[in-house]
């Protein structure tokens, strides 16, 4: 397919908060070689100037989103890497795949992966990592959720449930809750200390394809698949007391692949951002759901994953079909 480079024309769009945005040409980018050898399927905030990110070759890459200089790279992987992720400011990064395991590397250690957990029957696509980085919950297409001891490698629990083929898993900060998505339409919270479903909200019209968590644990986010205008919302669901849907963003064409809450700027309201198979990144304002800025990233195909790097960037991963490249995309937001 392509590779992971920096030596692309990033596009930008600059907002303030209330306002509309307003698209600007592209933007200097410095030249690296590839990370990846085939598409990019997965990326994720590691530290305040690194990201990760998994990809067809069954690689997973360490990289400087600033430079787009590649810092390491994991191989161990039989099957493409699904997801990726990492406590923030860890040194542990973990990743998913198709061969039916994850993987635990450590960022300073040169050999391969420094814990391996196996036991889903099918391909792995939830990954959620608690903030201390001790505890590891794994979802598959096998309807199962399992919980890890990352130390050890052991097993400390494992849940089915019919029909939950798992999309996506994300932690809830500060909580022993679990929020996961699913093709059955549902999203989940878990209680990840007995591995029990704590709480389902009501079932979408579509397949929920990810899912995030607001800082302060008070929303999450979840996102639909779509197509020709229809589906492809984002929701925003209360995990307080009332655990109602608050609203919808709607505008994507075709199937919602990724949403985050973003990180508060000095002079930014409540913002999320969401990215979709028609090529587009959408920044919206959280309780009005006004879209600040739209992103139209021509020729880049389906947009693949979103991570907020810090205040001001969002990194896009996405898939070209028909040309040799995938490019992550800097997205300047503020």
């Known amino acids: 397919m392509g590779t992971l480079q920096s030596r ?11 306002g509309s945005g307003e698209e600007t040409g592209p933007a200097r980018a ?13 990326v994720a905030a590691l530290k305040p100037d690194l990201c990760v990110s998994g990809g067809r070759d069954k690689s997973v890459a360490v990289c400087s989103w600033r430079s787009g200089a590649a810092l390491r790279r994991f191989v161990g992987h039989e099957r493409e890497v699904t997801k990726v992720a990492s406590a923030l400011d860890s040194n542990r990064v973990f990743s998913a795949s198709r061969d039916k395991t994850v993987m635990m590397w450590e960022l300073h250690r040169t050999s391969g992966p420094s ?50 083929l798992v999309t996506h898993l994300c932690w809830v900060p500060g909580e022993p809750y679990i929020i996961q998505t699913s093709e059955d339409k549902t999203i989940r919270i878990w209680d990840s ?11 979408k019209r579509h397949i929920q394809t990810c899912c995030d968590v607001s800082q302060d644990g008070r929303y999450c986010l979840s996102a639909s698949s779509g197509s020709a205008g229809e589906g492809g919302e984002a929701t925003l669901w209360d995990l307080r007391q009332t655990r109602n849907r608050v ?7 075709q199937t919602t692949t990724s949403c985050v809450f973003l990180p508060r700027g000095p002079a930014l309201a409540p913002s999320v951002a969401t990215s979709s198979s028609d090529s587009t990144v959408k920044v919206w304002d959280r309780d009005t759901g006004a879209c600040l800025a739209t992103l139209l990233l021509e020729g880049s195909g389906p947009l693949a994953s979103l ?16 040309q040799t490249e995938i490019k992550p995309c800097v997205v300047k937001y503020l």
């Open 307 to 322: 991570a907020a790097c810090d205040s001001s960037m969002l990194l896009c991963a996405s898939v070209l079909e028909e």
């Open 115 to 164: 814990q391996h957990f196996p036991g889903h029957e099918l391909v792995v696509t939830g990954l959620a990592v608690s903030p201390d980085a001790s505890r590891l919950c794994t979802g598959s297409r096998d309807n199962t959720v399992c919980k890890w001891d990352t130390e050890t490698g052991e097993c400390l629990g494992r849940a089915a449930i019919s029909r939950n």
């Open 30 to 42: 410095g030249q690296h070689g590839p990370t990846h050898a085939d598409a990019v399927t997965s």
């Open 8 to 18: 692309i024309g990033f596009h930008t769009s600059k907002y303030r908060a209330g």
């Open 247 to 253: 609203r919808e963003y709607k505008g994507h064409f």
């Open 193 to 203: 200390r007995e591995l029990q479903v704590a709480h389902t909200f009501p079932a």
